[in-house]
């Protein structure tokens, strides 16, 4: 079983930046997509970004298009998300997850999906809090 630990999370002034890490143990994550989520209390987790099994596509929410970057180091199991020119509205507890699908079995395969049942394993959360 998959499990993932978040951490890079903090409290920062709009306009700064941060990067959240995901570190993968267990069976390796390095043949999944991987997405990130967020969440703030008494809302669903929403989409913010995916990353496909090798680094080479990426797709991101609306909300953090240019502002937000995905990437992957999958000899380290390990997932990033560099988020600069923080907003308030994107204060929320980021989750990273595993998609469902070994899609590096199949060549050529790049769905990133952008809904949670998509996903099977999740981590427990970091907290990003950004001030006005």
């Known amino acids: 079983q998959v499990q993932l630990v978040e951490s890079g999370g903090g409290l920062v002034q709009a306009g700064e930046s941060l990067r959240l890490s995901c570190a993968a143990s267990?069976?390796?994550?390095?043949?999944?997509?991987m997405g990130w989520f967020r969440q703030t209390p008494g809302k669903e987790r929403d989409f913010v970004a995916a990353?496909?099994?090798?680094?080479?596509?990426?797709y991101y929410a609306e909300a953090v298009k240019g502002r937000f970057t995905i990437s992957r180091d999958n000899a380290k199991n390990t997932v990033y998300l560099q988020m600069n020119n923080l907003k308030p509205e994107d204060t929320a507890v980021y989750y990273c997850?595993?998609?469902?699908?070994?899609?590096?079995?199949?060549?050529?395969?790049?769905?990133?999906?952008?809904?949670?049942?998509?996903?099977?394993?999740w981590g427990q959360g970091t907290q990003v809090t950004v001030s006005s």
């Open positions: 990353i496909n099994w090798n680094g080479g596509r990426t």
């Open positions: 267990g069976p390796s994550a390095s043949y999944h997509s």
């Open positions: 997850a595993v998609d469902s699908v070994r899609s590096a079995s199949y060549p050529g395969f790049c769905v990133l999906r952008t809904f949670r049942g998509g996903y099977d394993y």
